[in-house]
């Protein structure tokens, strides 16, 4: 593990936080590069080289340019963590499916509500507030007598989901009733190499 993974990020993205924070919590040696988002810099050639779609994160891991930040998890844990990423077909198949609710309903429910309230994002605030009631009542359910997501220890499935579900209450989103995830949260906040997501309210035009 010479290299040095170079992560392309922005301190308020939680899914720029989702990959500093896997690389942190693992150990991988990693040079967090933030990108200016309000100046526009993700919008110039230069980024767009490296990310067409011109978002964070993007990886940068000797000659593999990567981006999306689930992708990102599980490369990194394929070749640098691999305790973070079960090869049992079932606990790997529930780890996707994580992934998938973090990409999804997690996207449009918690994230959502935050990038209103915090970034002025145009989006439906009803529709975020419904969709993060729906997603943290089914994360509530399946973490009745469970200490992680999958399995008995963390792996990127809770990585993939902590950004945005601890800054939930940024979207005036509150976890009060969710006394199972807010446990959860507290076990990665637990974890050797936590680094938590900066909490603030300025805005962004991106």
């Known amino acids: 593990m010479s290299n040095t993974v170079q992560i392309y990020a922005f301190p308020l993205s939680g899914h720029a936080h989702r990959v500093t924070l896997f690389a942190s919590l693992a150990g991988i040696p990693h040079e967090v590069i933030n990108v200016d988002l309000p100046a526009g810099e993700h919008k110039q050639a230069e980024f767009l080289k490296l990310n067409p779609a011109g978002q964070v994160p993007v990886i940068k891991d000797a000659d593999v340019v990567l981006s999306d930040s689930n992708a990102i998890l599980v490369y990194l844990a394929r070749k640098y963590a691999p ?94 009733a969710y006394p199972n995830v807010q446990r959860l949260l507290k076990n990665i906040e637990a974890q050797d190499g936590f680094t938590p997501m900066p909490t603030t309210n300025i805005g962004l035009r991106a």
Do not use: W
């Open 83 to 176: 305790a973070y990423l079960p090869t049992d077909y079932v606990l790997e198949a529930e780890v996707q499916k994580f992934l998938t609710l973090a990409a999804g309903e997690i996207a449009f429910g918690p994230c959502a509500a935050r990038l209103i309230t915090v970034f002025n994002a145009p989006l439906d605030p009803d529709f975020a507030q419904t969709t993060a009631t729906k997603v943290l009542g089914k994360l509530e359910t399946h973490l009745d007598n469970r200490e992680f997501l999958v399995g008995d220890s963390i792996t990127i499935a809770d990585v993939a989901i902590y950004s945005y579900v601890a800054h939930a209450p940024e979207g005036n989103v509150s976890l009060d």
